[in-house]
């Protein structure tokens, strides 16, 4: 049993707005229902967990075996993030319905090629809430 996505270029970066692409391929013993390729952020740490699929690419009915072209626009927010209480990802997940089986390829969307790291915000000298301009709280 093979699940495999391959992003074009193998980018894991990606701006805001820009689009990823690349390939699906799947080679499952079992009869399926379909294969889906989601497209989706989740936040991971202290409370509730949150997750949010932005955009799904289904296939019904495949062959046991078989391969298929994607490609998705990313929305401009949110960016990737991560801080000491909470931690905002996104991914691509192939999954074979039934069954489960799946391969998960995570991605970082921001205007930058790492994570935006909440530690590295100005923060008040008292080490009080973060400073945010008009620009920041317009995202």
Same mark, same amino acid.
């Given at each position: 049993?093979?699940?495999?996505?391959?992003?074009? #270029? /193998?980018?894991?970066?990606?701006?805001?707005?820009?689009?990823?692409?690349?390939?699906m391929?799947? /080679?499952?013993?079992?009869?399926?229902?379909?294969?889906? %390729?989601?497209?989706?952020?989740?936040?991971a740490? &202290?409370?509730?967990?949150d997750? #949010?699929?932005?955009?799904? %690419?289904?296939?019904?009915? @495949?062959?046991?075996?078989g391969?298929?072209?994607?490609s998705?626009? %990313?929305? %401009?927010?949110p960016?990737?993030?991560?801080?000491?209480?909470i931690?905002l $990802?996104? $991914?691509?997940?192939?999954v $074979? !319905? @039934?069954?489960? #089986?799946?391969?998960?390829? #995570? !991605?970082?969307? $921001?205007?930058? @090629?790492?994570?935006?790291?909440?530690e590295? !915000?100005?923060?008040?000298p008292?080490g009080?809430?973060? &400073? !945010?301009?008009?620009?920041?709280e317009?995202?």
């Amino acid at each position: 049993m093979t699940m495999r996505i391959e992003i074009d #270029e /193998d980018r894991r970066w990606f701006l805001p707005g820009e689009t990823v692409s690349g390939r699906m391929t799947w /080679d499952i013993d079992d009869e399926l229902e379909a294969v889906e %390729l989601r497209l989706f952020w989740h936040t991971a740490g &202290k409370g509730t967990e949150d997750v #949010e699929i932005v955009r799904e %690419l289904r296939v019904d009915t @495949p062959e046991s075996r078989g391969e298929r072209g994607f490609s998705f626009e %990313l929305p %401009l927010q949110p960016y990737s993030f991560s801080g000491s209480l909470i931690t905002l $990802a996104w $991914a691509l997940e192939l999954v $074979a !319905l @039934p069954g489960g #089986e799946l391969d998960r390829r #995570e !991605l970082v969307v $921001a205007p930058t @090629p790492v994570e935006i790291r909440l530690e590295s !915000l100005g923060r008040e000298p008292s080490g009080g809430a973060l &400073k !945010l301009d008009a620009r920041s709280e317009q995202l």
